[in-house]
């Protein structure tokens, strides 16, 4: 990931945690739960992304992959 895009994500997690802190402080607790799936999302996302870049660095790579028995 890049560091820009990491960035914008933790600022807007940060604000989003902010709010849902201050919502619930308040006794709205819909309003304070509605960041579960933003966070599930982003969760996802990064892993997902971790995922695919570890499966084309080993695509990549210009060794054969090694036989286990070996």
Known sequence: MRKSVAWVLLILL??????STYSM????????????PLLMVIYVWTVGRRGSEEVQDE???EDPPRDEDS
């Not at 940060?14 to 709010?19: C, D, I, P, T």
């Open 14 to 19: 940060l604000l989003a945690l902010g709010h």
């Open 25 to 36: 402080f308040m006794g709205r607790l819909m309003q304070g739960l509605i960041i579960l």
């Open 59 to 61: 695509t990549e790579s």
